[in-house]
């Protein structure tokens, strides 16, 4: 059964810091990795995804991935409250599917 | 460009009752994927769905569950026979190719209440 691994957090840091999110996977065969920003009540919102060895940068967002060590990051700099949300990782099966960590819950304090 | 569309958005049934929950996905995409999230829960993966084919159901329950994704119209998600346990906000993804190198785009959700 393949897993993905999450802290449940919360995760609070102060507004303009850096916040650092982990997730682990049991599948070394994985190849897709993304990253999901979940607000209360709302659908999952697509923040990045990454398929290589490395960091992939998209404005205040870095994923980092290591395949050996089977474990994938999302940064954030410059945090904002707006940032405030739960974030999932997600792995994709064999199948297509997404497979989701339980989320780690951020938050953003002014 | 309208994103994937779910309905209803809330939907209340009493034990027993049928649930019907729709999805649309995203114009040119033809691969639907049903998640389901319990309270404080991560998505759980329910089952995968193109134009007339059920790809996966690897995570559906094995009774009172069902999909489909006809020819024509939104892919529907039927829970028969509902239980409380049933609650939960059942989401919708959809993707053009279901490719190994391709996102997922999610609708907003349906909240289902079992009385």
């Known amino acids: 059964q393949k897993e993905v691994e999450q802290n449940s957090g919360p995760l609070s840091v102060p507004e303009g810091a850096i916040a650092s999110l982990n997730c682990t996977y049991s599948d070394r065969g994985s190849q897709s990795f993304f990253w999901y920003r979940q607000y209360s009540g709302k659908s999952p919102e697509l923040i990045m995804f990454i398929y290589s060895n490395g960091d992939k940068e998209d404005g205040r967002f870095t994923a980092q991935l290591n395949k050996a060590s089977q474990y994938v990051s999302l940064l954030i700099r410059d945090s904002q409250p707006s940032d405030s949300a739960t974030y999932l990782c997600?792995?994709?099966?064999?199948?297509?599917?997404?497979?989701f960590g339980k989320g780690t819950k951020l938050s953003v304090k002014p | 460009n309208a994103g994937v569309m779910q309905n209803p958005r809330h939907l209340v049934r009493r034990r027993g009752q049928e649930a019907r929950l729709r999805c649309s996905p995203m114009k040119g995409h033809s691969h639907v994927y049903w998640y389901r999230q319990l309270p404080e829960e991560g998505l759980k993966f329910m089952v995968y769905?193109?134009?007339?084919?059920?790809?996966?159901e690897s995570g559906m329950p094995k009774e009172r569950f069902s999909a489909e994704f006809p020819k024509e119209g939104p892919s529907i998600l039927r829970i028969q026979q509902v239980v409380r346990g049933d609650s939960a906000a059942y989401f919708c993804a959809s993707s053009p190719t279901g490719s190994g190198e391709e996102t997922q785009y999610f609708g907003p959700g349906t909240r289902l209440l079992v009385l």
């Open positions: 997600a792995v994709r099966g064999s199948q297509g599917n997404l497979i």
């Open positions: 769905l193109q134009k007339e084919n059920i790809i996966d």
